[in-house]
């Protein structure tokens, strides 16, 4: 997911999208180590989408709180 899709969301869209990015993200590194996965670039892929959606959450905490 591209940081532009995710200034987009809603501030309930973006924590439904964390939850099921973190779920898949947990399901999948599971299954990469039991089996490994046809392209484990994916858990690097997953783990920046989850990082540009905890960053924009924490900058919208951030400018709620300086108003």
Same mark, same amino acid.
């Given at each position: 997911? *591209? #940081?532009? !899709?995710v200034r @987009? *969301?809603? /501030?309930? @869209?973006?924590?439904? +999208?964390l /939850? +099921?990015?973190?779920e &898949?993200?947990? =399901?999948?590194k599971? &299954?990469? !180590? !039991?089996?490994?996965? @046809? &392209?484990?670039?994916?858990l690097? !892929?997953s783990? =920046? %989408?989850? +990082?540009r959606?905890? %960053? @924009?959450?924490r900058k =919208?905490e951030? &400018? #709620?709180k /300086?108003?």
């Open positions: 997911m *591209k #940081q532009s !899709v @987009e *969301k809603s /501030d309930p @869209e973006l924590i439904e +999208a /939850d +099921a990015e973190l &898949n993200y947990s =399901r999948m599971m &299954n990469h !180590v !039991v089996s490994p996965l @046809e &392209n484990p670039m994916i690097k !892929v783990r =920046r %989408t989850i +990082a959606i905890k %960053t @924009e959450i =919208r951030s &400018n #709620q /300086d108003k």
